[in-house]
């Protein structure tokens, strides 16, 4: 059960007369029903206010069904009665124990955010939150609040009765003592003498949890509407005095707790929401470590693909096809004293303080463009409306995957002036590469996001980083996604707020904790696996 369902539960009690005892010494309702009548019967001798001619008396006939009487007709209303009341209690209609009053109406160019001289505050539909919300407030000119019913009292309900549907009956007490209005688009219903507002504001709440005023409200075209008349007739139970001053300290009693197992239960949400991305994160940090899947010692080492990766690299540099690297790098762990040494640029470093942890021993550790043959930003395009090339943004990357649903186009005509490699491939890791929020998204692409394109490209937001064929480039991009990059990639970055740049040589630079290629394979089938049972 939900917080909002055991608050509904127990308002429905309450209102049933089964949330507290009754007590047969209490008067009972029909009585403060009648003193109401002779209240309003006094105010109509002395011309204080007009005869209703629509005022209803209910009561329960000898045949123990229920009748209402308006004028000279009477009538049976069984059917519209929802539930028995205990002895003691009535049925009335609201409009008998309360007056109705609508709102003032004013041009909205007149009201105002602050006061000035000459303009009284305001109530508006946005006021009425489970607490009265004075943010929402605003000031309009005095002349337009009539007469005295038009000025809020001290216990008076407030209703919401013009607002999209669901929020038509939203009701919140008003507990203050100010001067202060209400609007055209709000209710305020204003108890008589013996009925607690705080018990019908409860009665009140009850029936627009249930949709009972959704129902009967009148829709013009995005506004619902519920007016007085309907609002005056609808049925209300009415305990005796006593019991509603009881059932309202139950229910303040309850309401406490009731809070708390709402905190609780909003805790236990975002937890659910939260810990499949959380239990995501912990498994890439895992597999990156080297702790996900077993090794085998069958497999070949890490060092030896790096050595074949080198080789494969001199030929591609004695083919004219790649240009050598000036800092390339290679990384070792000397046994004498057991730290990590990185030979570059004819210099031998200690690189104790990058290493972030310790990996099995058949992995090593290499920089990224050591396994990768192309790592280089996208260009600015000339965008076109021609749709024929689409250019990969940084919005077109997301977390849930690459789509060319939001791409813009190249002008058809410049593609010419892209060399081949600019052109996205198969198994190429985009990542954002500007702005604070969007820097570090990476995406991997496969040949399925192309749809019906031949040639995608990127744009100057975007870096491309392509692998080298004797690695899994897969891998690569789970290690980008994996906590030790995200969550320091903005420390990497240059420039400030959302103009930070996560620049070409720091993208390069990243150190790679690399599996054998057989365990690199092993580690993506596993995080599928487990990936799928989370999604």
Aim: proline share 4%; glycine share 4%.
């Amino acid at each position: 059960m939900t917080a909002q369902e055991l608050r509904k539960s127990i308002l429905q009690l309450a209102i049933q007369g089964k949330l507290v005892k009754q007590n047969p010494d209490d008067e009972p309702a029909s009585a403060l029903i009648e003193r109401i009548r002779a209240e309003k019967q006094r105010l109509i001798k002395e011309g204080k206010i007009k005869k209703d001619k629509t005022e209803s008396f209910i009561y329960r006939g000898a045949d123990n069904s229920y009748y209402e009487k308006i004028g000279n007709t009477i009538r049976c209303i069984d059917e519209e009665i929802p539930f028995e009341v205990p002895e003691g209690w009535e049925w009335c209609k609201l409009g008998t124990i309360s007056d109705v009053y609508r709102g003032i109406t004013f041009p909205s160019n007149v009201k105002y955010k602050t006061y000035r001289q000459g303009l009284v505050c305001c109530a508006t539909t946005g006021s009425v939150q489970k607490e009265y919300n004075s943010n929402a407030d605003v000031y309009v000119p005095i002349q337009y609040v009539k007469n005295e019913k038009q000025w809020l009292k001290y216990n008076d309900i407030i209703m919401s009765s013009a607002n999209s549907r669901e929020l038509v009956g939203k009701t919140c007490m008003w507990k203050q003592t100010e001067q202060k209005s209400f609007g055209g688009f709000l209710t305020v219903i204003r108890t008589k003498e013996n009925v607690l507002s705080d018990f019908l504001y409860y009665v009140l709440q009850q029936l627009w949890v249930t949709g009972a005023f959704n129902k009967n409200s009148t829709q013009t075209t995005n506004i619902a509407n519920i007016n007085n008349s309907i609002l005056s007739d609808y049925l209300i139970p009415i305990p005796p005095f006593n019991e509603q001053n009881v059932i309202v300290a139950k229910i303040t009693n309850f309401e406490p707790y009731i809070n708390q197992y709402a905190q609780i239960e909003q805790q236990e949400t975002q937890l659910q929401i939260e810990f499949p991305d959380t239990l995501k994160k912990s498994i890439l940090q895992s597999a990156i470590q080297g702790k996900l899947v077993a090794q085998n010692p069958d497999d070949e080492p890490a060092s030896a693909s790096l050595e074949k990766i080198r080789k494969e690299k001199e030929q591609l540099i004695k083919a004219g096809k790649l240009k050598r690297d000036k800092n390339e790098s290679f990384i070792y762990k000397d046994a004498a004293d057991n730290s990590y040494y990185e030979s570059r640029n004819g210099k031998v470093l200690c690189i104790d303080d990058e290493i972030p942890f310790e990996i099995p021993d058949n992995w090593a550790w290499c920089r990224l463009y050591s396994i990768t043959n192309y790592i280089q930003r996208g260009k600015s395009p000339i965008y076109s409306t021609v749709h024929k090339y689409p250019v990969i943004a940084q919005k077109c990357i997301q977390w849930t995957g690459i789509s060319l649903e939001k791409a813009l186009f190249i002008e058809p005509l410049t593609i010419s002036k892209y060399l081949p490699e600019r052109f996205i491939q198969e198994g190429d890791i985009l990542i954002n590469s500007t702005g604070t929020g969007t820097l570090g998204r990476i995406g991997y692409f496969t040949n399925d996001v192309k749809g019906e394109y031949d040639t995608i490209v990127a744009d100057s937001h975007v870096t491309v980083v392509r692998c080298s064929n004797l690695i899994s480039s897969k891998y690569i991009s789970l290690f980008f996604c994996s906590p030790l990059v995200q969550n320091e990639i903005e420390n990497k970055a240059d420039g400030s707020t959302n103009q930070i740049e996560l620049n070409t040589e720091s993208v390069k630079s990243y150190i790679i904790p690399l599996p054998p290629l057989n365990e690199q394979n092993r580690i993506i089938k596993k995080i599928e696996q487990l990936f799928a049972v989370l999604s």
